[in-house]
């Protein structure tokens, strides 16, 4: 139950976004979420309209500066609706979380400084390899003779090919950290808490469900029993 006084802090990625309300009233339904119940008082909101793109991101945002000044002088703790809205860069992270402001995400409430900075990693690798895989695949497709845009049995097949190897290079990726929770005896579902409270996202971007996290076992399982044949 949220208790004291809080900042909120909220951004839309574009112009566009910001204009349209697109993920804003979304991000301010999360807080209001978050903040249901509890003897707690809202003490000022702030919306940042921008890319988000570059090391310096602090300074090219006055609202989160000012949400961070205002959190000092009313003693208030940051929220936001989700820790990607902050950012996904480790340098950014790191440097807010030595300005000495308490902050929350509404989606990952427990989490603390160490989870923080941990998925701030996941998600700036995320995002450098999902760009660098996008423009792999379309220089590739290209030099195939593939037409993109266009539909067909033998793109439809090459379609397919890429998708499985992206599905296991993806479960090879995660093969470490699910053996570690094999090793320690963990359930599925102890496993499938676990990833989300990491703040480690699936491969399309989203939260663990356990069929997909049982995907990913049996992709490993099967990827293992073809070793030991060869």
């Not at 208790?3 to 697109?22: D, E, H, N, P, W």
């Not at 903040?35 to 309209?49: M, Q, R, S």
């Not at 793109?53 to 602090?58: F, M, P, V």
Request: a positive charge; proline letters at 1%.
């Amino acid at each position: 139950m949220a208790t004291g006084k809080f900042v909120a802090y909220y951004r839309v990625s574009t112009q566009k976004q910001g204009q349209s309300g697109l993920g804003l009233e979304a991000q301010q339904a999360a807080v209001a979420a978050y903040l249901n119940g509890g003897a707690w008082e809202l003490v000022g909101e702030f919306i940042e309209v921008e890319t988000g793109k570059g090391a310096n991101a602090l300074d090219r945002r006055p609202q989160l500066r000012a949400a961070l000044d205002a959190s000092r002088k009313h003693g208030a703790t940051l929220i936001i609706a989700k820790l990607d809205r902050l950012a996904r860069n480790v340098h950014f992270v790191s440097g807010l979380l030595e300005t000495g402001c308490d902050f929350v995400a509404a989606d990952m409430p427990q989490a603390n400084k160490v989870m923080i900075q941990m998925h701030a990693v996941m998600s700036e690798w995320e995002r450098d390899q999902i760009s660098a895989r996008t423009k792999a695949a379309l220089a590739a497709a290209k030099a195939r003779g593939v037409k993109l845009g266009t539909a067909g049995p033998d793109n439809l097949k090459r379609n397919i090919e890429e998708r499985t190897n992206a599905a296991n290079e993806f479960a090879s990726r995660l093969s470490g950290l699910i053996l570690g929770f094999q090793a320690a005896g963990m359930s599925q579902r102890a496993m499938l808490q676990q990833l989300n409270l990491l703040g480690i996202k699936t491969a399309n971007g989203g939260r663990w469900s356990l069929v997909q996290l049982q995907r990913v076992i049996k992709r490993l399982d099967a990827a293992s029993c073809l070793q030991h044949e060869r």
